[in-house]
């Protein structure tokens, strides 16, 4: 395959959507906080959960299995449970007080485990499979009242935690292996943008 850097992505008509007047005003400065508690690295995977930061998994001179918390109400990391598998371009999501982490790669394999976090007993733990034979890394997701969706090669599925199912729903092939990039949702849509689309030769 090979990455196709001139294809921008912008979904459901994105900027005819959001107008300068759905940012909220920012401060025009920054305020630098505690560094990372893991070490450097790339590929890693973030989430978060109620007001806490989570990041982990990744590579540096190795596969890394670590996570972190990170609190801003005092500024600190806190290593919590390590993942229970070395994996880098990972996707993760919250839902319902839960994190999941799924999609990703393990030594050239591609991953198709979904793995949820519960904060309350700081455990993860398996949950059903994505089905599908598509492979996907560094490919995100975002939440719509609940459901998580996750694309995979030139395909897409959504997970529903309260049952722990998966369904094969609609692609846009223009998508094809979508990865980097964003993807969030507002008001009961999801939305796709920048990123990178590969190309088989």
Known sequence: ??????????????????????????????????????????????????????????????????????????????????????????????????AFMANGKTNGIYRMELTRYDPGTDTWESRAPRPGEGSSMDAPGFVISGKAYLPASYEMYEYTPSTDTWQQKSFLPALGYFGSGAAFSINGKGYYGVGYIYEID
């Open 1 to 98: 395959m090979k990455k196709n850097s001139t294809i921008l992505l912008l979904l459901s008509f994105l900027l005819t959507l959001i107008t300068p007047q759905s940012f909220a005003q920012a401060p025009d400065s920054w305020t630098q906080k505690s560094h990372f508690g893991g070490s450097v690295r790339y590929g890693a995977v973030g989430f978060s959960i109620g007001t806490k930061g989570y990041l982990g998994t990744g590579w540096t001179n190795t596969r890394t299995v670590d996570f972190w918390e990170y609190d801003p109400s005092n500024d600190q990391w806190k290593r919590i449970a390590d993942f229970p598998t070395p994996i880098r371009y990972a996707t993760g999501f919250e839902a319902d007080g839960m």
